[in-house]
């Protein structure tokens, strides 16, 4: 089950945050505007590293992050299992072996953390508390790997749309599926 999750993980998630962050752009106006204001002042060289590149842009970094926060391009949870010794969660006891998972959705949209967690709104405040909870490339070992590759596809590519293109949004063009079910299931297990 870890390889199809590893596999969905990293399969078209890019893509699907940069498609997401032009709809909310091309839905705010004013986002647009001021990351149109930030890529023309920025200068920016694009032969410059990634990090570079961030520092000079911080709103548009903000509106990737807040994208991601929003609209997740995966939603499965990634299991542990309690260690011998349990432990305790939220004064709840959770005894050896008990199988956790946090919810990527829950905790983005937790409003002890996030002002208005359903909000696109790019500024923050408490930002390192929020910094901290912001699972967006996951966390610890649980970590993705191309998170680096991921930030500066992103980056690159929304530089140059605003430096090099003008563009609106002329139809709806998400898709929403209903009625869709899927099940994944380990090969020795023949139940259910």
């Not at 749309?161 to 003008?166: A, G």
Request: aromatic share 8%; glycine share 6%.
């Amino acid at each position: 089950m870890a390889m199809v999750m590893n596999f969905v993980a990293g399969h078209d998630t890019t893509s699907f945050t940069l498609s997401s962050r032009i709809y909310y752009i091309c839905t705010n106006s004013g986002a647009k505007q001021q990351i149109s204001d930030e890529t023309s002042e920025a200068k920016i060289d694009l032969h410059a590293s990634c990090t570079e590149i961030a520092s000079k842009i911080p709103y548009l970094v903000a509106c990737i992050k807040e994208v991601m926060r929003l609209s997740p391009a995966i939603g499965f949870c990634l299991p542990r299992v309690v260690p011998d010794t349990g432990t305790t969660l939220c004064s709840t006891h959770l005894p050896a072996g008990t199988t956790i998972a946090v919810s990527l959705w829950a905790v983005h949209r937790d409003a002890d953390i996030f002002e208005s967690p359903e909000d696109n709104k790019e500024k923050k405040k408490q930002i390192s508390r929020i910094d901290a909870c912001w699972l967006g490339f996951g966390a610890g070992s649980r970590s993705c790997l191309s998170q680096l590759l991921a930030r500066f596809l992103m980056v690159k590519f929304l530089i140059r749309l605003f430096t090099e293109l003008d563009f609106d949004l002329t139809a709806w063009f998400l898709t929403h599926m209903e009625g869709v079910e899927g099940r994944f299931r380990e090969l020795g297990s023949r139940q259910g």
